[in-house]
Nanobody
Framework: QVHVVESGGGLVRPGGSLTLSCVTS????????MNWYRQAPGKERELVAV????????NYPDSVKGRFTITRDNAKNTVYLQMNSLKPEDTAVYYC???????????WGQGTQVTVSS
């Protein structure tokens, strides 16, 4: 059985930092491309960070580039999202996603709320 569990969300002031964690089980983590998405009220879900299973290459949209950093620990089956210089527009539910391309399977967590407000 696959589990994808995010944690680390909360309320933070503009300019602050948060680190999200996503602990997984039930699939071969090192094979999976790991992604963080976010969805704000009334908006579509947006991809904010990608880290590849092979080689660990990363990618970010311009909206978060230079502020967000995605990392992974294959020994712990965990992916992280370090978020710095947070802005009110970063407020959203953040979701962890695992994509195992060889099986064409995608797994989602339940999401964690991040609120950036003074």
């Amino acid at each position: 059985q696959v589990h994808v569990v995010e944690s680390g969300g909360g309320l933070v002031r503009p300019g602050g930092s948060l680190t999200l964690s996503c602990v997984t089980s039930g699939f071969t983590f090192s094979f999976a491309d790991m992604n963080w998405y976010r969805q704000a009220p009334g908006k579509e879900r947006e991809l904010v960070a990608v880290i590849n299973g092979a080689g660990g290459g990363t990618n970010y949209p311009d909206s978060v580039k230079g502020r967000f950093t995605i990392t992974r620990d294959n020994a712990k089956n965990t992916v992280y999202l370090q978020m710095n210089s947070l802005k009110p527009e970063d407020t959203a539910v953040y979701y962890c996603n695992a994509y195992v391309s060889v099986f064409r399977r995608s797994y989602w967590g339940q999401g964690t709320q991040v609120t950036v407000s003074s």
